[in-house]
């Protein structure tokens, strides 16, 4: 996907290619609903922070908060952990008991945070 930003706006200043970026890059559609152990985590985080290294034309070795600086964002996984605990707030507080008892489960004994 930032290949083909980054192709089809060549001639686009950094900062406009950096808002298409995070237009498309950033809708990550479901994220909520993630495994954020997952080992893949760590590669979508790796492909963002070279996506922004390429629209800023960047070296490989420039430090990660730099890159959050420019982008205006938080790390990735920082984004998807957000939208997870976002999305998980309102359920565990919710009206269902079912969808609070799913919450409780998967939140308490899933995650392995049983207490």
């Given at each position: 996907m930032v290949n083909s930003v980054l192709w089809n706006f060549v001639s686009v200043d950094a900062i406009i290619k950096m808002k298409l970026l995070k237009n498309y890059y950033l809708s990550l559609y479901g994220c909520e609903l993630w495994d954020l152990c997952h080992t893949g985590m760590e590669r979508i985080s790796k492909a963002w922070r070279m996506g922004v290294r390429r629209v800023w034309g960047l070296p490989c070795d420039c430090r990660?908060?730099?890159?959050?600086?420019?982008?205006?964002?938080?790390?990735m996984y920082d984004v998807i952990?957000?939208?997870?605990?976002?999305?998980?707030?309102?359920?565990?507080?919710g009206e269902s008991d079912v969808v609070r008892f799913i919450a409780q489960y998967g939140v308490f004994f899933v995650s392995g945070g049983m207490l």
């Open positions: 990660t908060f730099i890159l959050q600086i420019l982008s205006d964002t938080l790390a952990h957000n939208r997870s605990l976002m999305f998980i707030k309102p359920c565990l507080s």
